[in-house]
């Protein structure tokens, strides 16, 4: 469909298509899950609606697409899914540069719905109390991430240029590293006065920051994409890249599942069962921690009273829930 110099603009601008698509999902997505709370247990007319007029919409702008000659018109339909993608991964491991690519579209993917999963974490941990609040987050990342595609798109200068990889992971991780550092919590609470001359302006600092980091992120993780997707796509033979391309997005796809269970694995054990030990260090929070502190705390008063010598008043009208025992002790 495309020549080989036009074919890194057409996947920028692609890439923009499906951002801005993914943009009206995820805010409207935030507003169903505010309207239909709690869990989808009011209003569920909304959501039917919403699902049918995407599908309708869908299917469409699926119609407008024009009609293109099979680059293999004797191959049959394969009704043995199982066997197919066997054989399609066979085909695209048999070629080294296609595969090596594909597995650097795949580490792209997953690392992707890692941070998406991350980004509801960051935003629960900052202090979000509806669904909705955390659509600036998303969206930063996401906008970023049809920028870049864009900008990868013009920088390639009609070719496919595979130097934009390595500048964008350091870009992706400096801006990865910066996230890091903004620990506390900027949702809903008091705004930060900034002083511009004459002009005071009240803004929230961390939530531009966090924001700027992720939209960072965002351009990077889409110069990145871009020349990847292109090569795979140019270089593979056309009697074979429906095969290719298939197999790309089994190996994708499978990435995306398993970096989402190993996140869900590696979370679990600190924020559901309280791991009071990590490397020797009690972690503040967990119920160990809190019993030892406790008794610390009961050791210190006794040997403050026998260091005394004094007998402890116990002041029995505050005990309300015990009768009178009869004098004191």
């Keep these: 469909m495309m020549s080989a110099n036009r074919i890194s603009a057409a996947n920028g601008w692609f890439g923009l298509s499906t951002v801005t698509a993914t943009i009206v999902g995820m805010g409207l997505g935030g507003w169903l899950a505010d309207a239909t709370h709690p869990h989808g247990s009011r209003n569920t007319w909304l959501i039917v609606a919403t699902l049918l007029g995407s599908g309708a919409l869908g299917t469409l702008a699926a119609c407008v697409i024009p009609r293109y000659p099979p680059a293999h018109p004797e191959r049959r339909f394969p009704w043995a899914a199982h066997r197919e993608i066997w054989n399609d991964l066979r085909t695209l491991a048999g070629r080294t540069p296609l595969f090596m690519v594909a597995l650097g579209i795949v580490f792209f ?65 400096i801006c990865s590293m910066l996230l890091v550092g903004i620990d506390q919590q900027f949702f809903n609470v008091p705004l930060e006065t900034w002083e511009l001359g004459p002009l005071r302006l009240a803004w929230n600092g961390d939530l531009f920051l966090s924001m700027l980091y992720l939209f960072g992120m965002g351009t990077a993780a889409g110069v990145f994409d871009v020349p990847l997707a292109a090569y795979l796509q140019h270089r593979s033979p056309a009697r074979i890249r429906g095969s290719v391309l298939s197999a790309a997005n089994f190996c994708i796809f ?31 929070g967990s119920p160990r921690a809190k019993r030892d502190r406790s008794r610390r705390q009961g050791l210190r008063v006794g040997m403050a009273i026998l260091e005394s010598g004094a007998t402890p008043h116990i002041d029995r009208s505050m005990d309300r829930g015990t009768s009178d025992r009869g004098g004191e002790s």
Excluded: K
């Design 254 to 284: 499978s990435g995306v599942l398993l970096s989402s269970l190993l996140l869900s694995g590696l979370r679990n054990p600190v924020h559901q069962r309280c791991a009071t030990r990590v490397r020797g260090t009690r972690i503040p």
């Design 109 to 173: 993917w997953s690392v992707a719905a890692i941070a998406q999963l991350n980004i509801d974490q960051f935003a629960s941990e900052a202090g979000t109390y509806y669904e909705s609040e955390r659509t600036p987050l998303l969206l930063s990342m996401v906008l970023g991430v049809g920028v870049g595609s864009v900008l990868a798109g013009i920088l390639s200068g009609g070719r496919i240029e595979l130097g934009l990889i390595p500048p964008s992971l350091l870009a992706l991780a």
